[in-house]
């Protein structure tokens, strides 16, 4: 997970002053493009006052190339409402969905398609699989309606079926299915067609506890592999912070703030925020780097790890080595050294903020 | 809240009040007890005029829509005759087993046979064959309507009350317009069975393309489908098992619109075959012909429903190909077989007439045995309905109670008892529960003591308006108020009334009946398992086949009719007591058993309140199947409406018959939309989802 370099790396996807208004007239809340806007919690308030429904309102973010960006927010916040204006399932009221740079809003119906069926890959909350097929037709299914012969849809199908691990499942049908198999053919169908925008809307939330989590380390191990823009939906704080390079935490249709995850638990923008990281748990957060701190001796003999290791991962050595660790950047250079005192405070001060917040560990 | 409360009382008081001064009112205007001549708009003439007219100038286009539709016909009726029965069988086997087994299959052999046997094959094949045709047209029809009311709000607005009326306006109306515009022959009874059959369809497709998932539709635009594929690659095919729910229905509607339809003759079929020995009163004939339709119902829903269910279920694509069109390949091998035995053995290609059997001689013998023996008990039995239940209710206390019927004259101490005793019970009942009971017991004996057939018409208005009023919101309340209207300004005002005292006992029986049956079988694992195949033989079985075995024993008559209706109408009562009692949510049981309820406690005080919502939905299907039935029931002799619908339809008046149909889709319409209203209204004061 190298989230400096993504900062740096070319925007995939952009999304640019989205409004999803539903009601009567939501246009004539935009007469001109939406330019006049000042305050957008004020013009939220007062289209809400008009009995209109604000789903989103001036959302703005960018996903880079290759970067797994994470919406995260509460039932009723928009996420799923800006995932689906993403590939204009739902229609924005106004702003602009930047494809490759390209407005995407502005294209026909019949681009739309051709986009759909080859840039763009979608995986459900409930799976959305079609009931009346098997495994395998499931997975072709977007190469059936692409044309596509059975022996052209088929091979290209058993390649995604190995790469989710359902071999063998291949005449199956989705009833037939445990629910995390289920959305395995739904991660495996996304993936048929080599989409350039993955998204993923809260793919893993209807999975029990134990599914989840394995669903993630597979996740994370096909990212690792894929490397797809990936634009990830979830209402799960936990989830999101295991994922995401980038993350964007929404409320009543706007966005609140985005960063890394560590950005947002260092620094969250406001209670709102705060509240979610309050209980986390920073030894899974924290990672070496950002408890370095300069060397007072040499670094003669001591252990090396690398600054991406969790806190809590390196806390029995750091236990058995009262000198601390030397903790190295990407390309092997030394950043400082991390100790035993240091993550001891870092943790009693909840992540370098707020020491007065004893509460949250009550 | 308490002001409300006693202004709801008010209303209602002064409904009663209005009631009461309408009776004292009646011999003084006589507008009131009965609506004057002199205001009734000529509706059925104008109809008649209009028909006339049709008929004169388009006449040309329906007769050359007849002749056309009589091709497709008599091919397949040519084919299913000319077939040895052999293969029929066979291939009717071979269909039954790759719906639902080899169970069905024997049930399909045997039942087959048994068409043979007695000598109804040819009858049979030929209501089959117009089966063959009707049933595809109904489908298509209605997957087309259904596909528009789909995609468009608007249309669906004007389709669905379209399809109400159809649904409710009786049978043999039907048959009117059609036999007027198309002239007589089989084509009368292909029309009438499509339009009879479609609109199940018609709701069952667009329920079943709504019902497809948001998110295996957004999967599948987000898999780029066009349009069109995404109708027929996506929605269709996710929507199939109630696509099939949808042929399943349409299909029972069209073979009993057949049955029906062949009450206009020369058709030759098997419901022509039960008319006519019912005519002839020769009952154990009919009961056999009967049995045939009932069966050919039976194997014709399973195999549909079979269908229905398998859908889903899919061969591994692995198989190979004989394994995978086993099907096809076994019905071409048998049938060349069997072609060729038939052709050896002529017995298998036609049952000679001297091997016929049929125990129609002995049935009739034992049914004059039975009924010889056993008058005094038949005779009583009808006799105490007929004057304590039926005569009443018919023309009230006032009329029915003297010396001959209950065995004492009704001297006014006797009213003044009456009157004193129901308003010390609504007294009571208002305040030991609510004052609502206490209304509806003033309400009742009012109409008790008068008759529903002697109530000012302007009272009976009034009282189902409020009541709609009540229930259902304005709306509602002015919709009955024209209903009824309607009935009163047209002139069908009296035979309505008629219909209405009729079907309202048989509802309040059967469903009395049924729920208690319903809830016995919610508790009692072995009685649900022994009412499950009764209640679907009964639903399956055609409307004329109810009425023989109450024709055979008490002849023609309303009690006859009453008897038919309370046995085809308690079924849905049965069905939705048990489902909405072994349905409830679990932890308000469970909370009541931890209070330490008894079992009764438990059922009256629990269950029954939480279950109340789909036991009335039950009650709205007493009601709906009572009402398709009073129609079939016209023709064991009653006086309503439905006996108007028929008379129309043997003199050809095309005007009265309609009129008189329309008049009992509005009480049916009506009555569904009071109890529906009614089950949502409680059902969401419940919390209870609806289903």
């Given at each position: 997970?190298?989230?400096?370099?993504?900062d740096?790396?070319?925007v995939?996807?952009?999304c640019r002053?989205v409004?999803?208004v539903?009601?009567?007239?939501p246009d004539?809340f935009?007469?001109?493009g939406?330019?006049?806007?000042?305050?957008?919690a004020e013009?939220?308030?007062?289209i809400?006052?008009?009995?209109?429904?604000?789903?989103?309102?001036d959302?703005?973010?960018d996903?880079h190339?290759?970067?797994?960006?994470v919406i995260?927010g509460l039932?009723g916040?928009g996420?799923?409402t800006?995932?689906r204006?993403l590939?204009?399932l739902v229609e924005?009221t106004t702003?602009?969905i930047?494809l490759?740079?390209?407005?995407?809003?502005?294209k026909t119906d019949?681009?739309?398609?051709d986009?759909?069926?080859h840039?763009?890959?979608?995986?459900?909350?409930?799976?959305?699989?079609m009931p009346?097929?098997?495994v395998?037709?499931?997975?072709?299914?977007p190469l059936?309606?692409?044309g596509?012969?059975?022996?052209?849809?088929y091979?290209q199908?058993?390649r995604?079926i190995?790469l989710?691990g359902?071999e063998g499942?291949?005449?199956n049908?989705?009833k037939?299915l445990s629910g995390g198999?289920?959305?395995?053919?739904g991660i495996?169908?996304?993936?048929?067609?080599?989409?350039d925008?993955?998204?993923?809307?809260?793919?893993?939330s209807a999975?029990?506890p134990?599914?989840?989590?394995?669903?993630?380390?597979?996740?994370l191990?096909?990212q690792?592999?894929?490397?797809k823009?990936i634009?990830f939906i979830?209402?799960?704080f936990?989830?999101?912070?295991?994922?995401a390079?980038r993350?964007?935490?929404?409320?009543d249709?706007?966005?609140?703030?985005i960063?890394r995850p560590?950005?947002l638990i260092?620094n969250?923008?406001?209670?709102?925020?705060r509240?979610?990281t309050?209980d986390?748990?920073?030894?899974?957060?924290?990672?070496?780097?950002?408890?370095?701190?300069?060397?007072?001796g040499?670094?003669e003999?001591?252990g090396?790890i690398?600054?991406?290791?969790?806190i809590?991962?390196?806390?029995?050595?750091l236990?058995g080595?009262?000198?601390?660790?030397?903790v190295?950047?990407?390309g092997?250079n030394?950043l400082?050294?991390?100790t035993?005192r240091g993550v001891?405070s870092?943790?009693?001060a909840g992540?370098?903020k707020?020491?007065?917040s004893?509460?949250r560990?009550a | 809240?308490?002001?409300k409360?006693?202004?709801?009382?008010?209303?209602w008081?002064?409904v009663i009040?209005?009631?009461?001064a309408?009776i004292?009112?009646?011999?003084?205007?006589?507008?009131?007890?009965?609506?004057?001549?002199s205001?009734?708009?000529?509706?059925?003439?104008?109809?008649?005029?209009v028909?006339d007219?049709?008929?004169k100038?388009?006449?040309?286009?329906?007769?050359?829509i007849?002749?056309?539709?009589?091709?497709?016909?008599?091919?397949?009726r040519?084919v299913?005759?000319?077939l040895?029965?052999v293969?029929?069988?066979?291939l009717?086997?071979?269909?039954?087993?790759?719906a639902?087994?080899?169970?069905?299959?024997?049930?399909?052999l045997?039942?087959?046979l048994y068409?043979?046997v007695?000598?109804y094959?040819?009858?049979?094949?030929?209501?089959?064959s117009?089966l063959?045709?009707?049933?595809?047209l109904?489908?298509l029809?209605?997957?087309?309507?259904?596909?528009?009311?789909?995609?468009s709000?608007?249309?669906e607005?004007?389709?669905?009350?379209?399809?109400d009326?159809l649904?409710?306006?009786p049978?043999f109306a039907?048959?009117?317009p059609?036999?007027?515009?198309f002239?007589?022959?089989t084509?009368v009874?292909?029309?009438?069975?499509?339009?009879?059959?479609?609109?199940?369809?018609?709701?069952n497709t667009?329920?079943?393309?709504?019902?497809?998932?948001?998110?295996?539709i957004e999967s599948?635009?987000?898999?780029?489908?066009t349009?069109?594929q995404?109708?027929?690659?996506v929605?269709?095919?996710?929507?199939?098992r109630?696509?099939?729910?949808?042929?399943?229905q349409?299909?029972m509607a069209?073979l009993s619109?057949?049955?029906?339809a062949?009450?206009?003759?020369?058709t030759?079929?098997?419901?022509?075959?039960?008319l006519?020995?019912?005519?002839k009163a020769q009952?154990?004939e009919?009961?056999?012909?009967?049995?045939?339709?009932?069966?050919?119902a039976?194997?014709?829903d399973?195999?549909?429903s079979?269908?229905?269910?398998?859908?889903?279920d899919?061969?591994p694509?692995?198989?190979?190909f004989t394994?995978?069109n086993r099907?096809?390949?076994?019905?071409?091998?048998?049938?060349?077989?069997?072609l060729v035995l038939?052709?050896?053995?002529?017995?298998?290609s036609?049952?000679?007439r001297?091997?016929?059997?049929?125990?129609?001689?002995?049935?009739n013998?034992?049914?004059?045995?039975l009924?010889v023996n056993?008058?005094?008990e038949?005779?009583t039995?009808?006799?105490l309905?007929f004057?304590?239940?039926?005569l009443?209710?018919?023309?009230?206390?006032?009329?029915?109670?003297s010396?001959?019927t209950w065995?004492?004259?009704l001297t006014?101490?006797?009213t003044a008892?009456?009157?004193?005793?129901m308003?010390?019970?609504?007294?009571?009942?208002t305040i030991?529960w609510n004052?609502r009971?206490?209304?509806w017991?003033?309400?009742?004996?009012?109409?008790?003591?008068v008759?529903?057939t002697?109530m000012?018409?302007?009272?009976?208005?009034?009282?189902?308006?409020?009541g709609?009023w009540?229930?259902?919101?304005p709306?509602?309340?002015?919709?009955t108020?024209?209903?009824f209207?309607?009935?009163a300004?047209t002139?069908?005002w009296?035979?309505?009334m008629?219909?209405?005292?009729?079907c309202g006992?048989?509802i309040i029986i059967?469903?009395?009946?049924?729920?208690?049956?319903g809830?016995?079988?919610?508790?009692?694992?072995t009685?649900?398992?022994?009412m499950?195949?009764?209640?679907?033989?009964l639903?399956?079985?055609?409307?004329?086949?109810?009425?023989?075995?109450?024709?055979?024993?008490?002849?023609i008559?309303e009690?006859?009719a009453?008897?038919?209706?309370i046995?085809y109408a308690?079924?849905?009562?049965v069905?939705y007591?048990e489902?909405?009692?072994r349905n409830l949510p679990e932890?308000?049981?469970?909370?009541?058993?931890?209070?330490?309820s008894?079992?009764?406690?438990?059922l009256?005080?629990?269950?029954?309140?939480l279950?109340?919502?789909?036991?009335m939905?039950?009650?709205?299907?007493?009601?709906m199947f009572?009402i398709a039935?009073?129609?079939i029931?016209?023709?064991?002799?009653?006086?309503g409406?439905e006996q108007?619908?028929?008379?129309g339809?043997s003199?050809?008046n095309?005007?009265?018959?309609i009129?008189?149909?329309?008049?009992?889709?509005i009480?049916?319409?009506?009555?569904?939309?009071?109890?529906?209203a009614w089950?949502?209204?409680?059902?969401?004061e419940l919390?209870?989802e609806?289903?």
């Open positions: 997970m190298n989230t400096e370099s993504s740096r790396a070319k995939k996807l952009s002053n409004w999803k539903y009601g009567a007239q004539r935009f007469k001109d939406g330019k006049q806007i000042r305050d957008t013009h939220a308030a007062s809400r006052e008009s009995g209109h429904i604000v789903a989103n309102a959302v703005s973010f996903v190339v290759g970067e797994t960006f995260m039932s916040s996420k799923s800006i995932v204006c590939s204009r924005p702003g602009e930047l490759d740079g390209d407005n995407l809003l502005k019949a681009e739309l398609i986009i759909r069926r840039k763009m890959g979608m995986v459900f909350q409930s799976f959305g699989l009346h097929l098997n395998i037709d499931n997975i072709a299914f059936k309606l692409q596509k012969n059975e022996t052209e849809r091979s199908a058993e995604v190995k989710v359902l499942r291949e005449s049908f989705p037939e198999q289920q959305q395995r053919v495996a169908r996304s993936l048929a067609v080599e989409p925008v993955w998204f993923l809307d809260e793919p893993f999975l029990d134990l599914i989840r989590k394995q669903m993630q380390n597979e996740f191990r096909l690792s592999v894929l490397h823009s634009v979830t209402h799960d936990h989830e999101a912070l295991r994922i390079d993350m964007a935490i929404m409320r249709g706007a966005v609140v703030q960063g560590v950005d260092l969250p923008a406001d209670s709102y925020v509240d979610f309050s986390v748990p920073w030894e899974g957060v924290l990672r070496a780097v950002d408890i370095v701190e300069q060397p007072s040499s670094l003999g001591m090396r690398s600054g991406d290791t969790l809590g991962d390196m806390m029995g050595y236990a080595h009262e000198e601390g660790v030397v190295e950047g990407d092997g030394v400082g050294i991390a035993a001891v870092a943790l009693a992540g370098g707020e020491p007065t004893a509460k560990y | 809240m308490l002001a409360f006693d202004r709801g009382l008010a209303h008081l002064g009040v209005a009631t009461l309408c004292a009112l009646q011999n003084e205007l006589s507008w009131m007890s009965e609506y004057p001549d205001l009734i708009v000529p509706f059925a003439d104008l109809l008649n005029v028909m007219w049709v008929v100038n388009f006449g040309w286009f329906f007769l050359g007849s002749w056309l539709l009589e091709w497709p016909i008599k091919g397949v040519w299913l005759n000319s040895p029965w293969v029929s069988v066979f009717v086997c071979l269909v039954a087993h790759a639902s087994g080899w169970r069905l299959s024997v049930f399909a045997f039942s087959t068409m043979v007695i000598g094959w040819e009858e049979s094949m030929n209501s089959l117009l063959a045709i009707s049933v595809p109904a489908v029809v209605g997957f087309s309507f259904g596909v528009l009311g789909f995609y709000r608007r249309a607005k004007v389709i669905m009350p379209t399809l009326v649904q409710t306006v049978a039907y048959l009117l059609i036999l007027m515009l002239g007589f022959g084509v009874g292909l029309i009438a069975s499509v339009l009879y059959s479609f609109p199940p369809m018609v709701r667009i329920v079943g393309l709504r019902r497809v998932p948001d998110e295996v599948g635009l987000m898999a780029g489908a349009p069109s995404l109708f027929w690659q929605r269709v095919p996710s929507s199939t109630q696509l099939l729910l949808g042929v399943n349409a299909t069209s619109m057949v049955i029906i062949s009450i206009i003759g020369g030759a079929d098997i419901g022509w075959e039960v006519s020995t019912i005519r009952f154990g009919s009961l056999l012909a009967g049995l045939v339709i009932a069966l050919m039976m194997i014709i399973r195999v549909s079979g269908f229905a269910a398998r859908s889903g899919y061969d694509a692995e198989k190979s394994q995978r099907y096809w390949i076994g019905a071409i091998l048998g049938t060349v077989v069997f038939a052709q050896i053995f002529s017995i298998l036609e049952w000679p001297e091997l016929e059997f049929s125990p129609a001689q002995a049935m013998d034992g049914l004059t045995y009924i056993f008058r005094t038949i005779e039995v009808k006799t309905a004057f304590f239940v039926m009443p209710t018919k023309i009230g206390l006032q009329m029915a109670v010396p001959f065995g004492f004259a006014p101490a006797y008892i009456y009157v004193i005793g308003i010390a019970l609504a007294a009571i009942c030991r004052s009971i206490g209304i017991i003033l309400l009742f004996s009012i109409f008790y003591y008759g529903l002697n000012p018409w302007p009272a009976v208005l009034l009282i189902y308006s409020v709609g009540k229930i259902g919101g709306a509602l309340g002015i919709g108020a024209l209903g209207g309607f009935l300004v002139g069908i009296p035979e309505a008629l219909s209405i005292y009729l006992i048989a059967a469903f009395l009946i049924g729920s208690s049956i809830i016995w079988a919610a508790h009692n694992d009685v649900s398992a022994i499950r195949p009764i209640n679907d033989t639903q399956t079985m055609p409307l004329f086949v109810i009425l023989i075995p109450f024709v055979m024993i008490y002849k008559g009690f006859t009453l008897l038919a209706i046995a308690f079924v849905p009562a069905r007591a489902h909405g009692l932890h308000v049981i469970e909370a009541a058993k931890m209070m330490g008894t079992k009764w406690q438990m009256w005080q629990v269950k029954v309140p279950a109340l919502p789909v036991m939905l039950g009650l709205n299907q007493t009601i009572a039935m009073l129609v029931a016209a023709l064991v002799g009653t006086n409406l108007i619908v028929y008379i339809l003199d050809g095309f005007g009265v018959g009129i008189a149909g329309i008049g009992m889709a009480i049916a319409i009506i009555a569904d939309r009071m109890t529906q089950s949502r209204k409680r059902q969401t919390g209870l609806t289903s």
